[in-house]
């Protein structure tokens, strides 16, 4: 770690386990799913593609309610750090990680089921992935999977989850037509209701809007504004302004090193690390 990274958390101790095990060193309050604890630690994490690097000694923290943007140049791990929190990498057999990932403190690669895992820490994606199939059927797919087959429950769920997204009263007569006819940030809110339906405590969002139009991005933005009151949001973002528009605390990652984890204020106007200050100011990336 580099010895001017700022981070708010704390670092246990110096040790890292051999693959996706739990940490011997882990206090007991780790262990035990504590509510004191916070919702996401991540301690002294090495991420490895092969031989290559890509995440180097990360400590980070989420409290319930927080919204953290990532940012940082392309290439750096932004996409890699949140795949972490729901074993997203674990589709990639060259991967291999080293450290704790803990959430309420519990150790995700320990004995987590990683299905369960998956529906308490949703993914939306930088490109809308609509499922093939009606925008009800989309929003519905999770919990049928889970085994809910009572039509009014699904329905209700289909409704609740589309009004959090802010999508329903642009949806609620088209239910049954295809998810694909709707417009890019229509599409983005649908992935945002089908999460959603799953009833996360932790939504990661990978650039959600850059691939859409700046009133669509502004909808997204209002959403998770929204979204915070009820749901953990980690944001990776390449625009500042949408950074410091939605999270209240930023982590700057840079060549797989997280640089600087604070208050999104602090990030903004009075950065610790002289390499976060460049960044934001457009120095290089
Ligand atoms: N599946 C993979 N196999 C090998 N290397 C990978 C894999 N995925 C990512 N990497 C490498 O890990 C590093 C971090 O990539 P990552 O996608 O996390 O960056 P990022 O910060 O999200 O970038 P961007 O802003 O362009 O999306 C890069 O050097 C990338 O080439
Ligand atoms: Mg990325």
Redesign the pocket.
Known sequence: MNGTSVLDNKKINNKTTDNKTTDNNVPDSKISGNKDVNKIDVQNLDLF??D?Q?LIDVNFSLSKGDVAACI??????????IRILNRMNDL?P??RITGNVLMDGLDIYGSMDVTELRSRVGMVFQKPNPFNMSVFDNVAYGKRMQGVRDKRRLADIVETSLKKAALWEEVKDRLYKPAQALSGGQQQRLCIARSIAMEPEIILMD?PTSALDPIATGRIEELIVELKKEYSIII?T?AMHQASRVSNKTAF?LLGELIEYNDTRDVFTNPRDKRTEDYISGRFG
């Open positions: 593609y092969g290559f890509a940082g140049p392309s290439g750096c791990g932004k996409s890699t750090f990639i060259s991967c650039e990776v390449h990652f």
